[in-house]
């Protein structure tokens, strides 16, 4: 195993134990959100048990539900921040071993890493868009969305009626499905995902400043992509594809991305490093291959049909099966997917022998 692999294969597992850590990270910050639902119910319960909630009456417990959000919403913010500044020197460090590590033992000190300071990363993490918005953003919009459908389910209760019982379950949702069917359900599901997508958000940028810190040794990175069904097309058309340091589709391609960035090294001639200089046992180490693994495509396509379509859909797991089609050919060179009227266009041949309309 060269040293390519060595990294692709470390950063693969490493990418498990992130998609963990992000659910940990979750975890800690929906216990927050639980607490600040149990006030807004509370509140509503104690006002709606004084009196009939007229128009003046209603006016006042929606603010008080927007005050209450607010305050839900600034600790949200800042147990996020928290965890990601956290994450940033974390990501740093374990990268950083990583290099060294795959430098051959005795060859150390012909192979010098640059470690950049973790506070500069994360600042540039949280000023540094990632779908269209940079984290204070999305964090005023989640803060929006909240409020918003909390006070349209309240107002909606309040038109129609409802006892004060059926305005808390518009709001939390049922017993019998878990509490998922509420408004409030729905704007969990939000901040989990901002939350995600954060982390990998740091994470990436991390790994872009440390290996940009370092491009006299990385000469690139690698797209790894998840191998299951719920990768997406953008992400599946870029797996296994290299770019030079600071160019290229990085994660997070979209929103809940779970896809990673692995460093590339160069060999020891692109170092300026003469083999003959190299001890005989290491000199494949270090000579710049890129991991020869499997791809998503190649992944895919052993996989029953059940799954093909549960990660492309019908049509394009029938073009996928039958048509000839490649991954890669879903999307375009940018990583963003192609509908199905656009691939028609280009793909015509495909439709027809697969018998896609």
């Known amino acids: 195993m060269n040293a390519n692999e060595a990294l692709r294969a470390r950063g693969v597992a490493h990418a498990v134990y992130l998609e963990r850590y992000k659910s940990s990270v979750w975890k800690r910050i929906a216990a927050l959100l639980d607490k600040a639902d149990a006030e807004l119910v509370v509140q509503l319960q104690k006002r709606a048990a004084r009196s009939a909630l007229t128009e003046y009456r209603l006016e006042l417990l929606l603010k008080a539900v927007r005050d209450l959000n607010a305050a839900a919403m600034k600790r949200f913010r800042a147990a996020l921040r928290e965890e990601l500044r956290g994450l940033a020197g974390y990501e740093l460090d374990y ?10 033992p005795g060859l150390e000190t ?10 500069t990363v994360y600042a540039a993490a949280i000023t540094k868009p990632f779908q269209g918005r940079v984290l204070r953003d999305w964090a005023r919009g989640l803060e ?13 209760s309040v038109i129609e009626g409802e006892p004060i019982a059926l305005t808390v379950q518009r709001l939390r949702g049922t017993r019998a499905r878990r509490y998922q069917d509420g408004v409030l359900a729905v704007t969990r599901r939000e901040a989990e995902a901002v939350s995600r997508t954060a982390i990998n958000h740091v994470v990436t940028k991390a790994r872009d400043t440390l290996f940009a810190e370092n491009g006299d040794v990385v000469k690139g990175w690698q797209f790894v992509a998840t191998l299951d069904s719920r990768t ?11 770019f030079k340091v600071g160019e290229g589709p990085t994660p997070p391609q979209h929103i809940n991305c779970r896809s990673v960035t692995i460093p590339v090294l160069k060999s020891w001639r692109e170092l300026g490093i003469d083999r003959d200089e190299v001890p005989a046992g290491t000199r ?10 499997e791809t998503y ?5 052993k996989q029953p049909a059940a799954v093909q379509e549960e990660a492309l859909g019908k049509a394009k797991a029938r073009l996928f ?7 890669d050919r879903f999307a375009a060179p940018t990583g963003r997917a192609y509908t199905l009227d656009e691939l028609r266009a280009r793909e015509a041949r495909a439709f027809e022998k697969a018998g896609v309309e």
């Open 95 to 104: 990268q950083l071993r990583a290099l060294r590590d795959a430098v051959p």
């Open 232 to 242: 997406t097309a953008r992400c599946a058309s870029l797996d296994g594809k290299v």
């Open 321 to 327: 099966r039958d048509g000839g089609l490649t991954v």
């Open 284 to 293: 494949a180490s270090m000579n710049g291959q890129v991991a020869a693994t």
């Open 144 to 156: 929006r969305s909240r409020y918003e459908k909390a006070a349209a389910a309240i107002r909606l």
């Open 110 to 119: 012909r192979v010098e890493f640059v470690a950049p300071a973790a506070r």
């Open 297 to 301: 495509g190649e992944w895919l396509r």
